[in-house]
């Protein structure tokens, strides 16, 4: 394939709304694949990095790091995924290949070059990288998974960012039978964490805002449910967690976080709050517990927990829209109105070209 122009949906500016658009995919290269797309999870950092929350971007933007299609073309050098594959793409596209980081797989964690991020960054060939609101994608074989049979495209894109998330320090932590762990914050990230620790063997606790989501938490797998909202929970739950995971972006008081955790557990933060979180030292001291952060997950580690979701026949809850109600999403996702993930129908894209 030379180069080609496809269906995208981009914000043109800063904080503006996104509309249809059309973008240039790369030639496909030795080792590329070319995905045809069939589903974009809606990640609230694709609203926060359209938004300038964490700094300067590129536009025009296309935004989606949770991607799910079937390749449909390969390069005459690819090895791993051939014609009529399901494969996903997840926040990156590249890193070094090089450092210790990348060749132990931890390529989330490249110190050489860095990963590159899926969209609104710069690739070695200076063009933009464009996320999965388009309707196909070329990247390069080892940076593409394998979605197995057993999970739908829908269900399996939300993985590719938030499952993994959840997933890579579940099992860094060694969540297993007998594991007593606590996911705060039941949203895109905190649901599948819920599904994924159950599937694990973990005795899983939800702490929520309020007793809401309840019903849904505990379908998910958790055998508990507590509001954070009502203070006599952090006194019934002192010292009762192996593991806590938290979801979160907002400033929470991690010194009463820490107090639910038993001697020699890990608080470990997978939200990013805007600002720098207070820490009482006494919290960790007292109690020899560690406080932790995991971003996202390497691509071997990626397979790993897709497969692992085929096995035990997880997948995300979603709601799947069109194209044209991208912009309506992004106002209920920052409302928290969402159970628990939009995925967009990729084949609407085009359609939205002729108003
Ligand atoms: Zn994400
Ligand atoms: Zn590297």
């Known amino acids: 394939m030379s180069v080609a122009t496809v269906h995208a949906f981009a914000a043109p500016a800063p904080k503006a709304p996104l509309e249809h658009t059309t973008i240039p995919r790369r030639a496909l290269g030795e080792h590329d694949v070319l995905i045809e797309i069939r589903y974009a999870g809606i990640c609230h950092s694709d609203i926060h990095q359209i938004r300038e929350d964490w700094g300067e971007a590129i536009f025009p933007m296309v935004p989606g790091h949770e991607i799910a299609g079937v390749i449909t073309e390969v390069g005459s050098g690819v090895t791993r995924h051939a014609v009529g594959d399901r494969a996903g793409v997840g926040c990156f596209v590249d890193s070094c290949r ?5 060749r132990a797989g931890l390529e989330q964690y490249c ?7 899926t969209y609104n960054a710069t ?62 914050g039941m949203g895109g990230l905190g649901h599948m964490g819920v599904k994924i620790a159950h599937a694990m063997g973990a005795e899983v606790t939800v702490l929520s805002q309020s007793l809401r989501k309840q019903e849904d938490g505990l379908r998910f797998g958790a055998a508990h449910f507590h509001a954070t909202g009502d203070p006599a929970t952090f006194e019934r739950l002192a010292g009762s967690f192996d593991l806590i995971v938290n ?18 557990g890990t608080l470990v933060n997978v939200g990013a709050p805007e600002n720098p979180v207070p820490v009482n030292m006494f919290s960790l001291m007292f109690g020899r517990k560690h406080l932790a952060g995991s971003a996202i997950g390497g691509i071997r580690e990626t397979q790993e927990m897709l497969d692992f979701c085929a096995l035990h026949g997880i997948g995300a809850d979603i709601e799947v829209i069109s194209a044209d109600g991208i912009n309506d999403a992004y106002e209920r996702v920052v409302a928290g109105d969402v159970r628990y993930r939009f995925v967009i129908d990729t084949s609407t894209l085009a359609a939205a070209a002729t108003p």
């Open 111 to 117: 110190t050489g070059s860095g990963m590159l991020m």
């Open 123 to 184: 690739g070695s060939d200076g063009e933009p990288t464009y996320g999965g609101y388009s309707t196909h994608i070329v990247v390069d074989e080892n940076y593409s998974v394998r979605i197995p049979e057993g999970i739908t495209l829908d269900e399996a894109a939300p993985l590719l960012c938030a499952g993994i998330t959840l997933y890579s320090p579940l099992a860094h932590w060694k969540t297993g039978p007998g594991t007593r762990v606590a996911i705060v």
């Open 98 to 102: 090089d450092c210790d980081n990348c």
């Open 247 to 264: 979801t979160v972006s907002a400033n929470l008081d991690m010194d009463a976080y820490l107090g639910l955790l038993r001697t020699g």
